[in-house]
C-alpha cells in the first residue's frame, strides 16, 4: 500500500538535487529526494509517494499538468468596480470577487499613507500569491493600486 497523495502543488524551493512541494490544499510540504526538473514558483496538478525504503522523501510520480505562475506590479490603476468595492468597505478589509471566466479579484482598503507598503508587503508573498493561484488553476497576478486601494487579480 502506497500513501501517495494527488493533489496542486507548487514548487517553493528547488535545486539540482531536490525540490520541495507544497500542497496549496492543506500546506503539506513534500521534499523530494530529487528534483525531476521542475522549477521553484511552478504548479503541478499530479501525484507524490513516499520513496522507499525509508519513506522519509517524496517522488513525484505523476504529472497531469504544469504551468508557471508569475507576479508582477503593473502601473495601471484599479477599475472603477475596484475602486467601488474598496470604497465601501473599511480600512483593513478584503473583498474577494470572481471574475467573470476563471480566476478571482481580491479588493484590499487600505490608508492611503500606506497604499505603497501594503503593495509591496503583497507582492513579498509571493509563495502565498503562488498558491492561491495555482488552487485558481490560473498563471498570472497581477496587482494594482491607486490611493487607499490594492487590487490583487488572478488570472489566467
Known amino acids: ?7 496542486t502543488f507548487l514548487v517553493t524551493a ?9 500542497d496549496v490544499d492543506d500546506g503539506q510540504v513534500h521534499t523530494l ?4 526538473g521542475v522549477e521553484e514558483g511552478e504548479a503541478i ?4 509517494e513516499p520513496e522507499p525504503p525509508l ?3 517524496w517522488q513525484l510520480v505523476d504529472v497531469a499538468e504544469r504551468w508557471t505562475i508569475s507576479i508582477e506590479e503593473s502601473s495601471e490603476s484599479p477599475t472603477t ?3 467601488e468595492l474598496a470604497d465601501e468597505q473599511a480600512v483593513g478589509e478584503l473583498t474577494r470577487r470572481e471574475r467573470a471566466g ?3 479579484i481580491h479588493v484590499l482598503t487600505v490608508s492611503e499613507a500606506e497604499t505603497e507598503s501594503a503593495v ?15 488552487r485558481l488553476g490560473v498563471e498570472r497576478v497581477v496587482v494594482r493600486s491607486a490611493p487607499g486601494v490594492v487590487c490583487v487579480r488572478y488570472l489566467p
Open 33 to 36: 529526494a530529487s528534483n525531476p
Open 14 to 22: 528547488a535545486d539540482d538535487g531536490s525540490a520541495v512541494l507544497t
Open 45 to 48: 496538478e499530479g501525484t507524490v
Open 1 to 7: 500500500m502506497t500513501d501517495e497523495k494527488t493533489g
Open 81 to 83: 468596480l475596484e475602486r
Open 102 to 104: 476563471t480566476g478571482e
Open 120 to 134: 509591496d508587503d503583497v507582492l513579498e508573498d509571493t509563495d502565498d500569491l503562488r498558491s492561491r493561484a495555482a
Open 55 to 57: 519513506e522519509v522523501a
